[in-house]
């Protein structure tokens, strides 16, 4: 009986390749998906060990879109909660921006009128634990799944505080957080705005809205969308309505199993005929290129900085069942002009792609670029702009590396600056409330001394980064300029980093300011092909 048991299930091993290869009627896509789901089923009954079937899908899925376009991706659930998040604008937690300093979470500001200042939470407060879980050498990805949760519940976190002998208890009632997407809007000088944008979020032109009526009267405004790296398509085509006339296009899409559309300006922006530079990088993409390519297209607008990234592809996002998405290209964008948004690219080479984009942006690989990129021409004045993917600004800002050592790159990259600063304000930050206590007054007046940069270079030499006395001398300007905006950014909020990092010598806005002052004595004549 049992060598008859043996006999059998010899027959039917043997057998059940065949049943995997039995002939599937159909077209081949249906006999590929009938085939991955045969695979599949094999596994999971027949292998010789217990299979975790999810990883082995979720990589199957990852490695198919891999082969195509770079820009197609799978997002697991835990990661599409983040992106709700991000592009919701809002998320329920506790209201405090926090940072991880030798094991030890520090709550670096509260937001204000948020959960955690209300209850009396503080600045340079040190967390050591959360509903009861020990937060001592937390990492970084587990604070967020522990701090947010639904709206209106409870949290109870332990601290220690500079000053009390013993940890202070807080129950802290969740609530909406907003996640802003304009970090600065302020005016330089008498009549020029400035606003930076982050990404495009569901909350983008509101805040942008809200942010130019504060800034008025202007008479001019920069619009930087440096390092945004897109976001949600409507919200482009907003802010680019906020500065076209009626009926002006704003960017149009073809695809092979969607029909081509054009999108225009519905009515004419509250910004149509005031002068605006646009900063871009080689960081900005998606969304950015679109209002960007726009605004260069109509010659609303100089463009100035780095060509863009080049990412002009458009992606449906499509939910799965386990709250896991996938993100598939089912387009091309293109500019007012007919310029193509998106770089070249070959199918499975993402490595590839992305190594050209640092290739990109040589002045070598540039001028090589436009040399022999298609040329369009602008819809108002004329000028020359290039198709060659991404936008080439109209204005080339190199970079400036004037200052830059590898000391300062260590200092930064190592997170030693920003460790310096929070150890600066456990203990003055009351001091420095005291003493500014506005940011128009810190930014007149506070310079970090010869001690703190003793202080600075003695915390890096503990870090194993020792002080070179020649890069020092060379980066000393950057180190003090980058203390100052970000302590500032630490009492004030993030407004006061770009107003400290824009207040002198920075290319991009001092190029701004130039071709501003020039077209407001020149008029749309700075946009001529001769300029």
């Keep these: ?4 048991g043996s006999i059998f299930l010899f027959a039917w091993v043997a057998l059940w390749p065949l049943s995997l290869a039995a002939v599937v009627p159909g077209d081949d896509d249906t006999r590929q998906m009938v085939k991955l789901n045969q695979v599949y089923q094999a596994l999971d009954a027949l292998y010789v060990d217990e299979v975790e079937m999810t990883p082995l899908v979720e990589s199957a899925i990852r490695s198919m879109l891999a082969e195509l376009d770079p820009h197609s991706a ?30 030890t979470l520090i709550v670096v500001n ?41 709206n209106g519940t409870p949290v109870a976190v332990r601290v220690v505080r500079r000053g ?70 409507e919200q482009a085509i907003g802010m680019a309505e906020f500065f076209l006339p009626a009926d002006a296009k704003i960017v149009s899409t073809e695809g092979r199993s969607v029909s081509p559309a054009v999108f225009t300006a519905r009515r004419t922006g509250p910004y149509a005929e005031k002068p605006v530079v646009v900063l871009v990088d080689d960081a900005s993409a998606s969304s950015s290129e679109i209002v960007a390519g726009a605004l260069q ?15 002009g592809l458009v992606q449906r996002q499509i939910a799965l069942a386990d709250g896991s998405a996938v993100r598939i290209t089912i387009a091309r964008y293109h500019t007012p002009t ?46 020359t702009v290039y198709g060659a993917g991404g936008i080439t600004p109209d204005r080339i800002v190199e970079p400036d590396t004037a200052g830059v050592s590898d000391y300062l790159i260590r200092l930064s990259y190592g997170g030693v600056l920003n460790e310096y600063v929070v150890d600066y ?29 003793g202080e600075l270079t003695a915390l890096a030499a503990e870090r194993g980064i020792p002080c070179d006395e020649e890069q020092f001398s060379l980066s000393r300007g950057l ?33 701004a300011l130039r071709l501003l002052s020039a077209w407001e004595t020149e008029g749309t004549a700075l946009l001529s092909p001769e300029k």
């Excluded at 959960?115 to 604070?143: Q, S």
């Design 110 to 150: 509260t937001i204000a009128g948020g959960p955690a200042e209300t209850v009396g939470l503080r600045p340079n407060d040190r967390i050591v634990e959360i509903d009861g879980h020990n937060a001592v050498g937390i990492k970084r990805i587990e604070v967020p799944k522990l701090l947010r949760g639904k």
């Design 74 to 103: 799978y997002i697991d659930a835990e990661e599409m909660t983040q992106v709700r998040e991000s592009f919701d604008g809002e998320f329920s937690g506790i209201g405090i921006e926090f940072n991880l300093l030798r094991d």
């Design 425 to 453: 304000l456990a203990a003055e930050r009351d001091r420095l409330a005291a003493e500014y206590p506005d940011f128009d007054r810190y930014l007149a007046e506070f310079e970090p001394s010869s001690a703190m940069l």
């Design 1 to 4: 009986m049992k060598q008859i």
């Design 164 to 233: 009390e002998k013993e940890p202070l208890a807080f129950r802290i009632l969740r609530d909406k957080i907003p996640l802003n997407t304009i970090d600065a809007a302020y005016r330089i000088g008498d009549s020029v705005g400035y606003i930076k944008v982050n990404r495009f979020g569901r909350t983008t032109m509101e805040e942008f809205r809200n942010a130019y009526h504060r800034l008025q009267p202007v008479g001019a405004l920069i619009l930087d969308l440096r390092g945004n790296g897109g976001g949600l398509f």
């Design 479 to 511: 180190i003090v300029r980058q203390l100052r905006a970000i302590i500032g950014q630490k009492l004030f909020g993030t407004e006061a980093f770009y107003r400290t990092v824009n207040e002198t010598g920075n290319p991009y806005i001092d190029e």
């Design 297 to 311: 297209d109509w010659d609303r607008a100089v463009v100035v900085g780095r060509p863009t990234f080049g990412k």
């Design 338 to 383: 007919g310029r193509v948004i998106q770089r070249p690219y070959e199918n499975g080479k993402g490595d590839e792609y992305y190594a050209a984009h640092l290739q990109r942006m040589t002045r070598e690989r540039q001028d090589s670029l436009n040399a022999s990129a298609p040329a369009f021409t602008t819809l108002r004045t004329g000028r």
